[in-house]
């Protein structure tokens, strides 16, 4: 998977990406080093996993992880102040991309019929309506 919008630099073992251009939606800024990155599920996998994923085959959880749809390269320090929180209890630095943010983060919860308890299902609908209109 190569998420850079430019030429990547493999380096000579072709396994390892060092430079790049990679756009964050988290925060809006471009990066040119891979090492100041980190690939975010935006689902992450302990939240899946609590919304229903632990009754999932491997095959399903790795279909689930694997998902191009699910990952963003974002600047690590912002991934790592993410962890585990979906978007009732975290939203990305850029407020201009937080609608978008919840719209993905609910339809990949569809894709793959993670279970909302009610009180977070009526809580993310309030929160699609207030961001997103």
């Known amino acids: 998977m190569n998420m850079s919008t430019g030429p990547a630099d493999t380096g000579s073992n072709r396994c390892t ?5 990679w756009n964050d939606p988290y925060t809006g800024k471009i990066f040119y080093e891979a090492r100041d990155l980190d690939v975010d599920h935006l689902v992450p ?3 899946a996993w609590d919304h229903g994923a632990s009754n999932w085959s491997a095959e399903q959880r790795r279909k689930f992880a694997n998902d191009d749809a699910n990952l963003f390269a974002v600047e690590a320090s912002v991934n790592r102040e993410k962890g585990a929180l979906g978007p009732l209890n975290w939203l990305p630095p850029d407020r201009s991309f937080h609608c978008q943010y919840i719209l993905r983060f609910t339809r990949i919860v569809r894709k793959y019929s993670l279970v909302l308890s009610n009180g977070e299902n009526d809580a993310m609908q309030r929160l699609r309506h ?3 209109g």
């Open 17 to 21: 990406v060092s430079r790049g251009r």
């Open 45 to 47: 996998l302990k939240w």
């Open 130 to 132: 207030d961001t997103c």
